[in-house]
């Protein structure tokens, strides 16, 4: 409904601002990262904005870039995640280091974020963790760390489906993948090494 809102900063709070367009005063709800870097009063501004409809509240979301907007729709696809929940998380983590962190499965990384425990980081993972490396393929990434963190999530992924084939459980191919380091190594140096655990 609404994709952005561009007018003057009127006031900024702990969690939202004020941006007045033509007169009309809109609160925007913000993570305080974003509130910092948005500018002074009175100065014009723009935020990307999540406009979001409830029986009880009507309320809009605003970030300073669309990778944020993008990282909030998506945490709120996540079961148990509210809107409160992911503008805190957008607070503390980068939406880059983010993506890093499911898609390498950093829980620990997660978990630092106020009001993820272990539970929650790991149904982001399991739910996010397809979704976001779609994304950041079709998005053609600048970041090396990214990149190569989903080259090598895809390669464990094809050595875990070739040992299963071999009649080996997934808990356990992936508790053996665990002790292995992955570096610079070919799907098939994996599947080798880890059959060479496996068959201990």
């Not at 950093?106 to 397809?130: C, F, H, M, N, Y």
């Not at 895809?154 to 009649?167: C, F, T, Y």
Request: charged share 30%; net charge neutral.
């Amino acid at each position: 409904m609404l994709a952005y809102i561009k007018g003057s900063l009127e006031i900024k709070s702990n969690n939202y601002v004020v941006i007045d367009v033509g007169g009309l005063g809109y609160k925007v709800f913000m993570s305080e990262t974003a509130i910092e870097r948005l500018g002074e009063i009175g100065q014009i501004v723009k935020v990307h904005t999540y406009y979001r409809v409830r029986e009880d509240d009507i309320s809009i979301y605003g970030f300073n870039t669309k990778e944020e907007l993008r990282l909030f729709e998506l945490l709120l696809s996540v079961s148990g995640i509210g809107a409160k929940t992911a503008l805190t998380m957008l607070s503390v983590i980068a939406p880059s280091d983010f993506a890093l962190a499911v898609i390498s499965n950093d829980i620990s990384k997660l978990t630092q974020i106020p009001g993820i425990g272990a539970k929650s980081a790991q149904r982001i993972v399991l739910e996010l963790k397809d979704k976001l490396k779609a994304e950041e393929n079709i998005n053609k990434l600048e970041n090396t760390k990214l990149k190569n963190a989903i080259v090598d999530d895809n390669k464990v992924s094809e050595a875990i489906s070739a040992l299963q084939v071999l009649g080996y459980s997934k808990k356990e191919v992936e508790k053996t993948l665990e002790k292995i380091d992955k570096t610079d190594m070919t799907v098939e140096e994996i599947i080798k090494k880890g059959l060479s655990i496996l068959g201990l």
